[in-house]
């Protein structure tokens, strides 16, 4: 419970305490039936502590049968004491529930059910009026107003404050959503700042180096597979960056370097087209694919995001060891509480090892023990 919730709930305990038994309580004697006086009392004010639970906490959302019967009290309250009263007292705290009654009609405001606090202050209205026209009050006309004054102000007031509530908690959701807009916008302009600057370094220290000396070596020179080999390593790099290049931080370009240099072929692709961005989902795969490819040695590893974006898919084609040790990197990351589903498919045979998982944004789940039929293992006969 938040400081305003306790604030608005202390307000709401002193008044139902202060204008309750204490101006109902003395004023009993004055009433010619005082138990049914006490009993609307108990009444009141027990479902105006039910009414206003939500401040401690509790859902504020209310059923129209609980709705009608707590709007049911505020006119039998006023037919249980107004009756009994001498008409002299009427506009005294002998007269005390078109008071103590409005904390229950603001509840219903507030829990947004104002329909049935606008019935509740219209049937009490109608209690008093019939009440005052039966009467030899003076000027009936004023002491209708000034008894239904409490309902006037209470109602309009809720009316009022449930009004800039509503509208505080749009302009809050409002914001937050512009903000998230931004945050990601700006994001995603970093990331494309990154991306172009890794290119430009890429073509500065790598491409247009590599490409002096390819054009300066002959074919049969001894360093032409070397130069070879580091063309296509580098063309992968450039690959990643124009076709995968949300999937792509830090953490992924290093593992990718690293296990291209240790005869690792990976693809990475993305072909949800431009402008797909960021987003959680994407931000699961990077953090799976940083230990998938420390831990896939020198196998073949390919993972692809589809042009929907709602499920990935992750290959990976080398040794037994390989592929169990890929298969361990996604157990993990299920233990770190990465928000993704995977489903594997493990098969190893001899010497080879293959495995395909599907990736799809979930809570956290993550492949435990393949079940049966998804792993399958055999050796020589």
């Keep these: 419970m938040n400081g305003v919730n306790r604030a608005c709930l202390l307000g709401a305990v002193l008044w139902l305490f202060s204008h309750g038994p204490l101006v109902a309580l003395p004023s009993l004697h004055q009433h010619r039936q005082p138990g049914l006086a006490v009993l609307a009392m108990v009444v009141v004010l027990v479902v105006s502590a039910v009414a206003v639970r939500p401040l401690t906490g509790r859902p504020l959302d209310l059923s129209r049968p609980a709705a009608v019967a707590m709007a049911a009290v505020v006119p039998l309250s006023g037919l249980a004491v107004t009756p009994f009263l001498d008409e002299s007292l009427w506009r005294t705290y002998a007269n005390w529930w078109p008071g103590l009654s409005q904390v229950l009609v603001a509840a219903l405001v507030m829990r947004r ?131 995968a290049r949300d999937l792509l931080d830090e953490r992924v370009r290093t593992a990718l370097r690293r296990a291209r240099d240790r005869g690792c072929e990976v693809d990475v692709v993305d072909d949800r087209g431009p402008g797909a961005g960021v987003d959680g989902f994407v931000r699961g795969l990077r953090t799976v694919l940083a230990p998938v490819l420390t831990a896939c040695g020198s196998a073949r590893v390919t993972l692809r995001l589809p042009p929907g974006g709602d499920v990935a898919t992750l290959s990976v084609d080398g040794s037994p060891a390989e592929a169990d040790a890929v298969a361990a990197a996604l157990r993990m990351a299920h233990l770190r509480g990465v928000a993704l589903e995977v489903e594997t498919d493990l098969h190893v045979e001899g010497a080879f090892g293959s495995l395909w998982a599907e990736l799809r944004a979930g809570a956290g789940g993550a492949p435990g023990p393949a079940p049966a039929g998804d792993k399958t293992m055999s050796g020589p006969s």
């Design 113 to 243: 059910r104002p329909l049935a606090a606008l019935a509740a202050e219209l049937s009490s209205a109608a209690v008093l009026g019939v009440l005052v026209a039966g009467s030899d009050l003076p000027h009936r006309a004023v002491a209708f107003a000034a008894l239904n004054q409490p309902a006037l102000v209470w109602f309009t007031a809720a009316v009022g404050v449930r009004f800039l509530f509503d509208r505080t908690a749009r302009d809050v959701a409002r914001f937050e959503a512009d903000a998230g807009r931004a945050v990601a916008a700006r994001a995603g302009t970093e990331a494309r700042g990154a991306s172009a600057r890794q290119r430009r370094d890429d073509l500065e220290h790598s491409t247009v180096p590599l490409l002096r000396r390819v054009a300066l070596s002959d074919p049969d020179s001894p360093t032409w597979p070397v130069l070879s080999r580091a063309a296509l390593t580098l063309e992968r790099r450039l690959r990643d960056d124009l076709r």
